[in-house]
């Protein structure tokens, strides 16, 4: 698809989900401490005929500027690759073009820190080996609101990469 057609579809998912959430397209101030309003939860997709290969993406989907999105992870055998997941477009936007080997593949669910001083709960799938040490690619939740981030496994410890969003209901 060339970059007309994508520009394209960015702009029709932005405008389905202005219409869909009102207030989507600013990200929102930190949101009052408390338990989100909709429980959070992963939902793994098989991707293809082969067992071993699949998405888990955190759910609720935050609603952004280019429509819903969802963190997710990638999994492939004994790798994984974190990203980003439109359901609009049903593009998958890994965070880098490097994978990582599985150290545990499983659910990973806390109320956590985070080093912006926050403590919300964070949900994500599967912990990773990466070059500096383990980590989950989650969404921290609070209220009505989530952000995008990673975790890292040994000292339990949020470190947001994108700013607060509200859920999509």
């Known amino acids: ?39 959070p ?4 997709t098989p991707l293809g005929v082969s067992p071993v290969k699949s998405r888990s993406c955190a759910m609720p989907y935050l609603a952004t500027p280019y429509g819903p999105i969802a963190q997710c992870t990638e999994i492939f055998s004994i790798i994984a690759t ?12 890994p965070h880098s073009s490097t994978s990582y080997p599985i150290k545990k593949q499983d659910y990973y669910y806390a109320t956590v820190p985070s080093t912006d001083g ?16 383990y980590t989950v690619w989650a969404t ?9 981030g990673t975790v890292n496994a040994d000292t339990n410890v949020f ?7 509200d859920v999509v209901r």
């Open 1 to 39: 698809m060339n970059h007309r057609g994508i520009r394209l579809l960015g702009v029709l998912a932005t405008v389905a989900a202005l219409i869909a959430v009102p207030g989507a397209a600013r990200a929102t101030a930190a949101p009052t401490p408390g338990p989100p309003v909709v429980q």
């Open 82 to 93: 974190p990203g980003l997941y439109s359901p609009f477009t049903g593009h998958f936007g």
């Open 140 to 148: 921290q939740y609070a209220g009505n609101q989530g952000r995008w």
């Open 159 to 165: 470190t947001p990469t994108h700013p607060w969003y």
């Open 41 to 44: 939860t992963i939902v793994i």
């Open 118 to 133: 926050f403590t919300g709960i964070a949900i994500g799938y599967a912990t990773l080996g990466t070059t500096r040490d």
